[in-house]
């Protein structure tokens, strides 16, 4: 299963740099992450449940960034055993580049499963993979930008977002 996508990112590439290569930040944007544990130059180590059609699974494995260049780019190769349940890899190639509103993040996803999880097909896995890679940029980008905005008439400065640098460390 390959995909592609973009996403804005309201943010500098240097901060969604950084978000990507901080275990607490890996964490919170992971569907299902229960742990993740370790830094960028050693790899981390995640445990993972989700469940895939009829099987849920504890995958624990392990994830490692390459091909990093700051601010720009990275690759991260993840792989996991869940027992019974089979085995899952994938890697994202993650591009940011500069735009006027923040980050223009792009990735490349690719993802193959073995085991139980092979035997679910094609559709169901293709569609699950793609739900795990849209949730967690989408994660990512909530925990940069912060939650949306209320809809509500909020005075200015009470409803403000507050990324995770802020949340992390008690500023913004």
């Known amino acids: 299963m390959q995909m592609s996508d ?22 919170a944007c992971v569907p299902g992450a229960t742990e993740v ?3 960028p130059q050693d ?20 994830v490692t960034l390459s091909d990093m260049v700051e601010n720009q780019s990275l690759t991260i190769t993840g792989e996991g ?31 193959k499963v ?8 094609s559709r169901i896995i293709d569609g699950f993979a793609k739900k795990m890679a849209d949730q967690f940029f989408s994660n990512l980008q909530e925990t940069l930008e912060g939650p949306a905005e209320p809809a509500d008439d909020t005075p200015e400065g ?14 913004d």
């Open 37 to 39: 544990t370790g830094n």
């Open 6 to 27: 973009t996403r804005q990112i309201a943010a500098s590439p240097a901060e969604v740099y950084a978000a990507l290569l901080n275990p607490d930040v890996l964490k």
């Open 114 to 121: 073995g085991g139980k999880l092979a035997q679910l097909g």
């Open 43 to 62: 790899g981390f180590e995640a445990s993972v449940t989700q469940k895939v059609g009829p099987v849920k699974a504890t995958f624990k494995g392990q």
């Open 158 to 171: 009470e409803g403000a977002k507050k990324g995770w640098l802020g949340r992390l460390t008690g500023k």
């Open 81 to 111: 055993k869940g027992g019974a349940a089979g085995f899952a890899k994938g890697g994202a190639e993650v591009r940011m580049a500069a735009t006027d509103g923040g980050t223009e993040l792009s990735y490349d996803v690719e993802a």
